[in-house]
């Protein structure tokens, strides 16, 4: 598959070719580091959300936004629940449940049952994954 870039974005490169795969568009833009896959994951209570590479601004604290703080402050915990990181937030954003009290019209959270996972998207042209929590649920 050829990389057609169709346009720059506000994140860099727009690619257009991961429609519906959320784990070659995480294996792309984190190939990439740069830019943005739309249309890249479908829920029928939120519809499409975009992936965007983003960055780390703070590799100390694991501040930052997008793939690139996603990959900085959890592969490592994802790797030691033996999930490959792509494949892992596909099952969370596909699978998780909408908590509307932690939401508002910007930001729409949902989790799991066994642990918390949160994934807070913000609506541009489509809704973006920019954060992503791993936390495990008190007892």
């Known amino acids: 598959m050829t990389d057609k870039k169709t346009e720059v974005g506000k994140y860099g490169p727009i690619y257009e070719q991961f429609k519906d795969n ?5 294996k792309h833009l984190r190939k990439m580091k740069n830019g943005e896959c739309r249309n890249v ?26 793939l690139a703080h996603i990959i900085d402050k959890h592969e490592n915990e994802i ?11 596909s099952i969370v954003i596909k ?14 959270v949902y989790e799991s049952e ?7 998207v913000e609506k541009g042209r489509n809704w973006l994954l920019t954060s992503f929590d791993l936390i495990k649920k008190p007892k």
């Open 41 to 66: 994951i479908y829920r029928d209570d939120l519809g499409y959300v975009d992936f965007i590479w983003g960055e780390v601004t703070d590799p100390i604290k694991h501040k930052g936004y997008g």
């Open 114 to 120: 066994t642990f918390r996972f949160i994934v807070a």
């Open 79 to 89: 790797k030691r629940l033996h999930y490959e990181l792509a494949t892992f937030i």
């Open 22 to 26: 959320p784990v070659g568009a995480i």
């Open 95 to 108: 699978y998780g449940k909408f908590n509307v009290k932690k939401s508002t019209p910007q930001k729409r």
